[in-house]
């Protein structure tokens, strides 16, 4: 913080902040590694694995515990969409 505040390297302040930057590069280097390295094959580097290579067709899955949305006739919908009052089949 002292590094910081005067915006000077004194002689006494030197070696830490050599360890600093130091440390910087260091991460900064295992940074690149990870955005430019090979991916292993098998793994799809340009989007994140998130459970999406196994798609389902909602409705025929087992596990799938939502609600299916069923469309109806106009017959039984509101009087604004079929200009007559509501019945029942």
Not at 23 to 44: C, D, H, S, T
């Amino acid at each position: 913080m002292e590094i910081a505040e005067d915006g000077r390297i004194d002689e006494w302040e030197a070696p830490e902040f050599e360890q600093i930057s130091e440390n910087i590069q260091r991460v900064i280097a295992a940074g690149f590694e990870v955005l430019y390295a090979e991916a292993p094959p098998g793994i799809k580097k340009d989007r994140p694995a998130a459970g999406t290579a196994e798609r389902r067709v909602q409705g025929l899955s087992t596990e799938n515990d939502c609600k299916t949305i069923v469309p109806h006739s106009g017959r039984i919908a509101s009087p604004s969409f079929t200009g007559e009052g509501v019945t029942r089949p």
